[in-house]
């Protein structure tokens, strides 16, 4: 054997085989820098073309990347820049990125689909999460806080898990709902509440939700017609990508405080003012009444608010199924003792795509479990009243609490009860259950790819129970041994949607067509369980026994709609659109609407600045629709109905007392309620997108208002109907800035702004005109009889104050209690000399967020305002008079610091001293961030936060807080909004 010939060829061989190894990688290095000034650019993905191989620019833009010896080409990316693919050189590569208008590009979701933001012709705000309010947020619509121009959300208070006031370019309603229609992943879903929970939208998890958009406008609302005279918002939540599997881990706690309480006298200034009082009439009936205590009964009622916020999430794909799936956990206290919200909550989203990519399926299911205990409210009111000079116990059958009593060892009826007991003997507690889920199969026809079937198959089902409970020893309800009661409500509400997409590309023409035409049906059905209260010895309450036991109250709609979008030269943006609605709400007459909107947009960079380095995107929208209203009515206002009279009127024929049948007020030509819109914006940018913002002038007509009237004896059933009367309109004007004043490789400041004008009036009331018609009262006080403190009048804005004219002391300031200007000088003081004076509702809403990055570190601020509202200080008219303190039922209550200034022996309820300016600046929001980078031998990466939220407020308002929640602006005694403290940390796998 030739042994030298053999070890040659394997030699030869080794070699051969080795070759391609040692040749299977070799490195690519290279800088990546800014086009306009060539600053490094940090942070930039550097991808091998078709493969997950890649790395990241470093601080100096440098790079270095081992790749298959087979790459020909990496791309290049970075947020904010154009991505590039180059050809892999074999010197270092030195690549310039080219800044994108990215903005322009973001796809927004609006009616029935998505656009560019570039092309969209309507009045639309898109928020991400990048841009949500940060901190604790509970409820999804908090996430908007201040970042929408036009787009007010007021708290209702601080309770765990409670709702929020939400006005789109004001409410263009009186008495028909002013909400505006949210849709959850393609699923309108009804706004009216449900038993056991506060706020609907709270059993939805923020952390699932990707992005909110907001449609302003007729010509981007009326593709839900009936339901969109208010606005709509529309969530997207979440959903998975190809890719390898990443699990997200987030955690927050918090704990929360009364940032400021409500101003009452102390126990010494009771005791001084009783004794004085004493001392000059010498009747000592209160000051034997004194206490020695010295109770503040807010700090006993209030406490600190613990929360904690838990999220897991898994996205990526399984095979070529991208998936979403999350689970939360969130359990909050209210700062009102007793008060606390849970909330378990799952989501999953697939996204599959089959045969070649022509079926795409997006599966959405969200369910969530909400638990609440909720705080009796009363004692808030109770604890600003009740006498400070007595202890928070003492020695009795009631719970072991101080409470007023009489001789007999029973409490006096009419007496304020003692604010603890009313939190720690009442057991107020529900459970809701909620499943949001739609399925959408779209299917792009194989012989005509252009064409798409989309069918939308969704539910909505939430269902609400609960127990209200008061303890027998509890001084409330000692005369009915407590108060047991078990209360269920179910909703379901089902959608089926049919659309057939059309979309063809005319790249020669630089042009697009992309029409829609579609059936929708959906259909809502509440169950009401009723039932009546027990004492605790099984004994029904009298008065408690429900009409009905069950009601089944049930509406549907039908509709058929169509939308040509057109594009031309990549210049002209038209887009027209038709909707049908069939209510049943209304009678077979009257069932059916028409809402059509037309909208246009002119391109004018590429027109007439194309090579303008300065405006870096302009474009001109017009915009016209109508849209409808039905909410907020009774399902069968068309027909007549007639309802079981309660106890308090009833029959009586002999010793026996029979309920009766009466009939309810109605109107059988009720018919919907319009809203005509005009809008006209104009998008800009400038400096290479580093300004961006709109302007937009908007104007709203409604007609055909669904208001409750009086009406003539003898006219109907009863002295009021709700029916079609009046028209309102409604003018403003927005403006959105956002900026990015500094951007270098380690420093990036952002600001934006956003500023609403919005003006409310009333143009007709009247179906004749009646020369003595005085408007419609409204607005309710507490205090007396039957007061309200607001009217509806024909041009003025809605719930304008209707008060006397205060006269004032020349010589000390201070207003001289009954004295009222004789308005018409007929020598008298009647309801004649009531004047029209302010209106709580807001002229100018201002949102403030700015947000500052150095390296790993960031910190951002966030702020809102109102200004031109006033409130109706209904705590101090009912609060601040002697008679508060030495009430005549022979009892010591409180009274509101505002007695000092007043010295008001009775209530003057009607006066204006008690409207007053409610303007105000919070800032919302304090945040820093600290990405610490990778963790876990690389496995995960952690970042860490803290934050600050209500940090402060200005105003000159004298109440506890000058956001208030009622459309009415009546202000009494509501639930302090917490200021929160909180720490979170996020973990990436």
Avoid: C
Avoid at 271 to 276: F, G
């Amino acid at each position: 054997m030739n042994f030298k010939r053999l070890f040659t060829t394997l030699v030869l061989a080794l070699v051969l085989y080795a070759m391609p190894a040692l040749a299977q990688e070799k490195t690519v290095t290279g800088k990546v820098t800014d086009l306009k000034d060539g600053s490094p650019v940090a942070g930039a993905s550097v991808l091998v073309k078709g493969t997950n191989t890649g790395t990241q620019t470093k601080e100096d833009g440098s790079f270095s990347l081992n790749v298959p010896a087979s790459a020909t080409t990496i791309v290049i990316s970075h947020i904010g820049f154009a991505p590039q693919e180059l050809l892999i050189g074999s010197a270092p590569m030195k690549i310039s990125l080219v800044a994108a208008n990215s903005s322009l590009n973001d796809i927004v979701v609006v009616a029935y689909g998505t656009r560019k933001k570039g092309d969209l012709t309507g009045a639309v705000t898109a928020v991400t999460t990048k841009d949500f309010q940060k901190g604790v947020n509970n409820s999804s619509e908090q996430l908007l806080q201040g970042k929408v121009a036009g787009l007010q959300i007021t708290s209702g208070g601080g309770s765990a898990g409670g709702g929020s006031k939400i006005r789109i370019r004001a409410g263009a309603s009186l008495n028909a709902s002013n909400d505006p229609l949210i849709v959850v992943d393609g699923v309108p879903v009804e706004g009216n509440g449900i038993a056991g929970s506060a706020n609907v939208l709270s059993t939805i998890n923020p952390n699932d939700i990707e992005s909110m958009s907001v449609l302003k406008d007729a010509s981007a609302t009326a593709l839900y017609g009936s339901r969109a005279s208010n606005g709509v918002i529309i969530i997207t939540t979440k959903k998975g990508a190809k890719g390898k599997i990443k699990l997200n881990f987030n955690s927050t706690a918090s704990a929360g405080i009364v940032p400021k309480k409500i101003d009452v006298l102390s126990a010494n200034e009771v005791r001084s003012i009783i004794n004085e009082d004493a001392a000059a009439s010498g009747n000592n009936t209160y000051k034997d009444l004194l206490g020695s205590a010295n109770t503040d009964w807010q700090d006993e009622i209030y406490q600190a608010a613990l929360g904690f916020d838990n999220n897991i999430s898994a996205s990526g794909s399984i095979g070529k199924i991208p998936f979403r799936v999350s689970l939360g956990y969130l359990n909050q206290d209210g700062i009102l003792k007793t008060n606390n919200f849970k909330r378990l909550s799952s989501s999953l989203n697939l996204n599959p795509r089959f045969f070649d990519d022509h079926l795409a399926i997006n599966l959405a299911v969200k369910a969530s479990k909400t638990n609440n205990r909720f705080a009796n409210e009363g004692a808030i009111g109770s604890a600003v009243s009740f006498d400070p000079t007595q202890p928070v116990y003492a020695d009795n059958k009631y719970g072991g609490f101080f409470e007023w009593l009489q001789p007999n060892d029973t409490p006096v009826n009419l007496a304020t009860r003692n604010p603890l007991a009313l939190l720690e003997l009442r057991d107020n507690t529900s459970g809701v259950n909620r499943i949001i889920g739609n399925v959408q199969l779209d299917y792009k026809l194989h012989f005509l790819p252009d064409l798409h079937v989309l069918v939308n198959l969704g539910i909505d089902n939430i269902s609400g129970d609960g127990n209200d409970n008061t303890d027998p020893i509890a001084a409330t309800n000692f005369l009915t041994n407590g108060r047991y009661v078990y209360y269920k409500e179910n909703k379901k509400n089902t959608l089926a949607d049919v659309s057939l997409f059309y979309n063809k590309e005319l790249t020669s023409l630089n042009s697009k067509v992309d029409l829609l035409v579609g059936h929708s049906y959906q259909d809502f059905l509440t169950e009401n369980f009723n039932y009546p209260a027990y004492g605790a010895d099984g004994v029904l309450i009298p008065g408690s026994e429900p009409a009905f036991a069950t009601d089944r109250p049930r509406f549907r709609l039908e509709s058929y709609l169509a939308r040509l979008n057109l594009t031309i030269a990549d210049k002209y943006l038209l887009t027209a659109s038709l909707r049908r609605d069939a209510s049943s709400k209304f009678s077979k007459e009257n069932r059916v609407g028409y809402f059509p909107a037309l909208a246009a947009a002119w391109k004018l960079k590429d027109q007439f600045f194309k090579t303008s380095s300065f405006i870096s995107d302009l474009k001109l929208r017009l915009g016209w629709g109508i849209t409808g209203q039905q909410d907020g009515i009774g399902y069968y206002s068309y027909l007549p109905v007639y309802k079981a009279s309660n106890n308090t009127a009833q029959y009586q024929f002999g010793d026996m007392f029979y309920t009766f049948l009466r009939p309810e007020g109605y109107d059988p030509n009720i018919r919907w309620e319009t809203t005509t819109t005009s809008n006209a914006g104009i998008d800009f940018g400038f400096f290479n997108n580093r300004i961006t913002g709109n302007v937009d002038y908007f104007y709203k007509k409604t007609k055909d208002l669904l208001s409750t009237v009086p009406v003539a004896p003898g006219a109907n059933f009863v002295n009021q109907i709700t029916t079609n009367v009046g028209n309102m309109e409604i003018k403003g004007v927005e403006l959105a800035i956002n900026t990015v004043p500094v951007k270098t490789a380690n420093l990036t400041w952002e600001f934006g702004f956003n500023y609403t004008y919005n003006k409310q009036t009333i143009t007709n009331l009247l179906k004749q005109e009646d020369p003595n018609f005085k408007g419609i009262e409204v607005s309710g006080i507490s205090g007396g009889t039957g007061n309200n403190i607001g009217k509806h009048f024909v041009g003025y804005s809605p719930y304008t104050y209707n008060v006397y004219k205060q006269v004032y002391d020349p010589t000390t300031g201070k207003p001289i209690e009954g004295l009222y200007e004789d308005i018409n000088r007929d020598g008298q003081i009647n309801s004649d000399d009531r004047y029209f004076y302010k209106k709580p509702a807001p002229d100018v809403l201002i949102g403030i967020n700015t947000q500052l990055t150095y390296k790993s570190f960031s910190l951002g601020l966030a702020a809102h305002g109102y200004f031109g509202n006033y409130l109706y200080n209904n705590y101090f008219s009912n609060s601040g008079v002697i008679r508060s303190i030495k009430n005549p039922i022979n009892f010591i209550g409180n009274a509101s610091a505002n007695y000092l200034e007043t010295g008001f022996e009775n209530n003057q309820y009607l006066s204006d001293y008690y409207i007053e300016n409610a303007s105000f600046l919070r800032l919302d929001n304090i945040n820093i961030g600290y990405n610490v980078g990778k963790i876990f031998k690389d496995a995960a990466s952690l970042r860490l936060a803290a934050s600050i939220q209500n940090v402060l407020i200005i105003t000159k308002y004298k109440g506890l807080d000058p956001e208030n929640a009622s459309d009415s602006g009546v202000d009494n005694n509501i639930y302090p909004r917490p200021r929160i403290f909180s720490l979170g940390l996020n973990l990436d796998f």
